[in-house]
């Protein structure tokens, strides 16, 4: 679900706005658009039903996503980085585990640190809710044993190397043969640790 209202990047990177929308199903009497990506994926811009809950004066979102819990095995909301924004704890009560994406270098590193500890604040969240994972893992970014002594409060679920391949993947709206086995590695690993845990 794609929660980001102010960039849009799943939506983007997936090429929605280029594509028809089909697929429309009633959730909760509602019309949300259902976009089918791959033979078991599909991208529900979260825009709408937020759009979906203001218009309806009896369904809220904490419906929407209980419907949404019987028909999808896993359901990931790519939420926006601001806490003044108002449907995201609907979104946060909902929600099993919370995973944060974190580049590994002293300002990414900083702002994560201040994100969570708002998060933790604000909504209540429990620690070990809280998962972790490290993106645009590269040669001059901060030592693995640095990172897990900043975040040792936090389950890792892994990191994600750098790769050239990622701007091409967005450039190109995620045409899926240019994926390389590299990449499918490391994704499907994560993969594993956010169903195990």
Do not use: C, H, W
């Not at 799943?10 to 009633?26: C, D, Q």
């Not at 601001?82 to 590193?109: A, H, V």
């Amino acid at each position: 679900m794609d929660l980001d209202i102010e960039n849009s990047s799943i939506s983007t990177i997936l090429g929605v706005r280029k594509r028809k929308k089909k697929n429309k199903e009633k959730i909760n009497q509602l019309n949300i658009s259902i976009i089918k990506i791959r033979k078991n994926i599909d991208l529900l811009k979260g825009a709408e039903i937020i759009k979906a809950e203001v218009k309806s004066q009896y369904f809220k979102i904490e419906e929407i996503i209980k419907q949404l819990k019987e028909t999808y095995s896993l359901i990931i909301v790519d939420t926006v980085n601001r806490e003044d924004f108002k449907e995201l704890k609907s979104f946060i009560e909902n929600s099993e585990q919370y995973i944060f994406l974190i580049e590994p270098n002293l300002i990414e590193i900083k702002k994560a640190n201040n994100l969570i500890s708002n998060y933790i604040k604000k909504f209540s969240i429990k620690k070990e809710k809280i998962k972790l994972i490290f993106n645009k893992i590269n040669i001059n970014s901060i030592s693995e044993n640095i990172l897990l002594n900043i975040f040792s409060e936090f389950k890792i679920l892994g990191g994600i190397k750098y790769n050239r391949q990622y701007n091409l993947i967005i450039n190109k709206n995620n045409k899926y043969n240019i994926y390389n086995k590299r990449i499918e590695k490391q994704y499907n690993k994560i993969i594993k640790q956010i169903y195990i845990n």
